[in-house]
């Protein structure tokens, strides 16, 4: 009997995660994340929580939710950025695996190209890759990271993960005109994606911030309007 011995720090669990990927979704946070995105809303799975677990507690807090997931749910890595933890989410994905339950991965895609993060990803169902800026100067500037990293990383998933959904957090003041979005879709048409979505910047998040002391770049921001939303969508669509 294989021995699960890689433990992963874990910030919760989110069960009938509705958005993540398709059908009810149980959500795996990971604390621990290489980017310090202005927007972020989950500051506080960037230290470690103190909560470790190896992939059989995980499995086994899973599949109490087997019955929700029908054909299509099941679980969700996410965080922080899970893909620090590849080697413990390639653990947990033998346990789903043989029980018949799939796994998508909801990730920045700022990581090195190990041989464990590219399994992670070519044995997921679903990758949710984070297009955050179009180009080397922007990303640095809001995310703190590199785009080469995650240029290599989206081109990787193009042609390995099963399906690719990108999505981009629109901000206002930042990236929320069409000209910028000509950016992102020049870019999102160099890979092979199932669906482009965007999201709202929203400040629900604000209170972690408070709580943890941390300075929130973002404090004066207002949320993004639903119907600039559905502008901005519309528009993205007629350039994919
Ligand atoms: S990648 Fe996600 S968790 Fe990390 S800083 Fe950006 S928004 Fe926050």
Not at 107 to 131: F, H, M, P, W
Request: glycine share 8%.
């Amino acid at each position: 009997m294989k021995n699960y011995n890689i433990k992963a720090d874990i910030h919760s669990f989110e069960s009938f995660a509705a958005l993540d990927g398709d059908g009810i979704r149980y959500g795996v946070f990971f604390t621990g994340c290489p980017l310090r995105c202005v927007y972020c809303h989950n500051p506080d799975t960037w230290k470690n929580s103190g909560r470790e677990m190896s992939a059989e507690e995980i499995y086994k807090k899973v599949r109490r939710y087997k019955p929700y997931f029908k054909d299509k749910g099941g679980v969700t890595f996410t965080g922080g950025e899970p893909l620090l933890n590849a080697d413990f989410i390639c653990e947990c994905a033998s346990l789903l695996k043989n029980d018949g339950i799939n796994y998508a991965v909801d990730t920045s895609g700022c990581v090195e190209l190990s041989e464990s993060v590219k399994k992670a990803v070519s044995d997921a169902e679903l990758i949710i890759l984070d297009l955050k800026f179009p180009n080397e100067n922007s990303y640095k500037k809001y995310t703190g990271g590199d785009f080469e990293k995650f240029r290599n990383f989206a081109l990787f998933c193009s042609e390995s993960a099963k399906r690719l959904w990108l999505r981009t957090v629109i901000v206002p003041g930042i990236n929320d005109s069409e000209e910028k979005l000509s950016e992102y879709a020049k870019f999102a048409k160099t890979l092979k994606f199932e669906k482009y979505e965007l999201l709202g910047f929203h400040t629900m998040g604000f209170f972690k911030y408070e709580k943890l002391g941390i300075e929130n770049p973002l404090n004066q921001t207002a949320p993004l309007e639903e119907e600039k939303l559905k502008e901005l969508q519309k528009y993205l669509n007629t350039l994919i």
